[in-house]
């Protein structure tokens, strides 16, 4: 039982429902977006930028060598300099492109945000609203990354 005035962290207030971590990533003609809510971060730094075809295949073999105990749809999504913008699905083992994608433990409550809001060839304005208002539902603060030719925004 939680004391008045004790610190709540990631609670829930009374009628606020929390539903979970959501990611997503979405391509647009120069570029992706990605979004997140405030309570995913990872990064790194290279010295070279490697392809995104190539990190994804390095997330493909793990996903297949590890299939019979990781049942998990990882994405991987980035600009570079041979193929621009793009977002890539592992399940299993399989890797596919895609123009979105969503995932984490939040990602089944926006299904059908998703279906209704997304339409091909958005722009890079329209982009960012899809996945700012997708992380919505988290009750967290939502957290972007931009990515175009011109380099990193987040």
């Known amino acids: 039982m939680l004391r008045a005035g004790a610190p709540t962290g990631d609670l829930p207030r009374a009628g606020e429902v929390h539903t979970g971590t959501t990611i997503m990533a979405v391509e647009f003609d120069g570029g992706v977006v990605m979004g997140s809510d405030s309570r995913v971060s990872a990064g790194i730094e290279l010295e070279e930028p490697p392809l995104v075809l190539a990190a994804a295949n390095v997330v493909r073999n793990i996903s297949y060598k590890y299939r019979e105990d990781l049942s998990a749809h990882l994405m991987v999504a980035g600009w570079d300099q041979r193929e621009g913008g793009q977002v890539y699905g592992t399940l299993g083992g399989m890797l596919t492109r895609q123009p979105f994608a969503i995932g984490g433990s939040g990602s089944t409550f926006i299904y059908g945000y998703v279906d209704a809001a997304y339409k091909p060839g958005m722009s890079p304005e ?9 992380n919505q539902p988290s009750g967290r603060v ?11 925004r987040l």
């Open 126 to 134: 329209e982009c960012r609203r899809f996945t700012t208002d997708g």
């Open 142 to 152: 939502p957290g972007e990354g931009f990515e175009t030719w011109e380099g990193s």
